[in-house]
């Protein structure tokens, strides 16, 4: 199934490209300062309710800038985003509702201690701020609640309160663990997949982990495969895991609204993550509970409702919030304290609390052509959204030059993350791959290994001379027996909630009754 890029997405890059302009007519009598007091200088707003729908300003320090979205579309201004022209609803409003902040810095204290000040002055426990629900009459407990703000934060990292296996933290988030010497760190490299496993993709997985190549350890190459449900042959999924891959988990539906993720309550991530799980366990026949990892949709993280339903579920890591481009990168961590560099995902609904979960951060790639000479440029965390890669030589650069930047600093573990339909967009892309892979097992120290062998080698860190007999890793050294079924079922099945769709389910397993989605995931026909 072809990548389909959302139309949310289309908008945006529109959005990006509409002329922005200074409009001196426009702001005749317009009293500049008055209109930015207070305003951030990335918010969208009208001056006239009664104007052109597609015209929107914001503050800069040189004054308003006027952006005006293409034709055929208009500034949807709650969503601060061109959509097309029928979708908005909003064009007589002039700017989103201000929220009401908390009260957290003063001269003196307004309330008694282990108590804050709503915006309007009302003391609350300090437990009850950016708690999910609102405390205070004017909401503002719910309104402050980022990495930064969050009153009941995660503390910063305290190396002697997190030891290894469990907590593993750094200030910056580039300190090795157990200390080793970077000549001595093997540099392991993640492969990652995200979408439906099925027939458009499963020839290219067959041919980059051909099980012919080999780590210097004796083992197979393997990869992290992030499932969606969608379209996905569960046979061809139970077999991926019999090689030895890592199956994680990318949701059930893959909505295509990225504020559902941002903002999905507890509920949401249950059905959505533990739903997906539930399907894969059941009809790729995954019994071993080796199904731990997920990673959002659109990588639009769902802040602490998110890691709240991951640690009860005992998801034991996420791997959607993306670190940027910097010197040197960073290592994985737990959220049992601060994240140790900036919340970059999308719409950054980082978590603020402290969770038992492990973030296999997505470092960014530096994409530029030529690091020595060329400007910066920002970075990608999945290779097909680093734009600037026309050709197999270019894609190879950056390969080669990504590895470097990890090998030759703290060795941190290299993420190439991929959607299989761009390999597949160019056979020189794909070709280019398996040379990069080729000729890095020809090195005596870098690893091709899953996210959870990452995390195992973290867990206890031995150096590179003992790795032959690294135990974590020889458990999925060798494929077991044969494919499970040489024919699978193809169920042609439905649900009332795709209605007029019939989808088929490819399975080793017996077909269930009707489609597995979102309130059935058993497929028996009642919610779960």
């Excluded at 009809?283 to 071993?288: E, H, K, P, R, S």
């Excluded at 993306?322 to 719409?347: D, E, Q």
């Excluded at 009332?496 to 080793?508: A, H, N, S, V, Y």
Aim: charged share 25%; net charge negative; aromatic share 10%.
């Amino acid at each position: 199934m072809a990548r389909v890029l959302p139309v949310l997405g289309l908008i945006v890059l529109c959005c990006a490209l509409a002329a922005s302009q200074d409009s001196n007519d426009k702001l005749e009598g317009v009293d500049v300062e008055e209109v930015c007091n207070d305003r951030p200088g990335d918010e969208y707003f009208r001056l006239d309710a009664e104007a052109d729908c597609r015209e929107v300003y914001r503050c800069t320090r040189s004054g308003l800038k006027e952006i005006i979205c293409p034709s055929g579309l208009a500034f949807d201004i709650m969503k601060q985003t061109c959509d097309w022209k029928a979708k908005v609803t909003n064009c007589n409003e002039k700017e989103k509702p201000r929220k009401a902040k908390p009260i957290f810095k003063t001269d003196e204290p307004i309330c008694p201690e282990g108590k804050l000040s709503c915006g309007d002055g009302e003391c609350l426990d300090k437990e009850l701020f950016c708690n999910g629900k609102p405390d205070c009459k004017d909401e503002s407990d719910e309104n402050a609640c980022s990495v930064d703000d969050d009153p009941n934060r995660a503390p910063e990292c305290d190396p002697t309160q997190c030891a290894l296996p469990d907590c593993f933290c750094s200030a910056d988030g580039t300190r090795i663990p157990g200390g080793i010497e970077p000549q001595q760190v093997p540099q392991m490299i993640t492969i990652t997949f995200n979408g439906a496993v099925n027939v458009d993709n499963i020839d290219l997985y067959e041919e980059v982990f051909n099980g012919n190549r080999q780590n210097p350890n004796g083992c197979s190459i393997k990869g992290t495969f992030f499932v969606s449900h969608k379209y996905t042959n569960y046979s061809a999924v139970q077999d991926l895991h019999r090689k030895g891959h890592e199956i994680s988990v990318f949701s059930l539906t893959h909505k295509d609204d990225p504020n559902y993720w941002t903002s999905g309550t507890y509920d949401d991530w249950l059905a959505e993550m533990a739903g997906a799980r539930l399907i894969i366990e059941r009809f790729a026949n995954i019994t071993d509970g080796s199904i731990i990892g997920m990673r959002a949709p659109y990588l639009r993280v769902g802040g602490n409702k998110q890691f709240e339903m991951m640690s009860d579920q005992f998801f034991v890591y996420d791997a959607s919030i993306t670190a940027s481009l910097g010197r040197v990168p960073i290592w994985p961590y737990t959220l049992y304290f601060r994240m140790p560099h900036k919340c970059n995902g999308n719409a950054h609904n980082c978590p603020s609390r402290s969770h038992p979960v492990w973030e296999m951060v997505m470092n960014e790639l530096d994409r530029r052509d030529d690091p020595t000479f060329d400007e910066s440029l920002p970075g990608c965390h999945m290779v097909d959204s680093c734009s600037n890669i026309a050709s197999g030589d270019q894609f190879g650069r950056l390969l080669r030059h990504n590895f470097n930047r990890h090998y030759n600093s703290n060795r941190a573990p290299l993420g190439l993350h991929f959607h299989a339909s761009w390999l597949k967009s160019k056979k020189e892309y794909k070709d280019e791959l398996i040379k990069f892979i080729e000729e890095m097992l020809g090195r005596n120290d870098v690893f091709f290994v899953t996210n959870l062998q990452v995390i195992q080698w973290m867990q206890n860190p031995v150096e590179l001379n003992a790795l032959r007999d690294f135990q974590e890793w020889k458990e999925k050294c060798d494929v077991k027996g044969q494919p499970y079924c040489s024919l699978p079922n193809a169920c042609p099945l439905t649900t009332r909630e795709l209605p007029g769709e019939t989808l088929r389910l490819f399975t080793c397993m017996e077909c269930p009754n009707n489609y597995p989605w979102i309130l059935d995931p058993t497929g028996d026909g009642f919610s779960v």
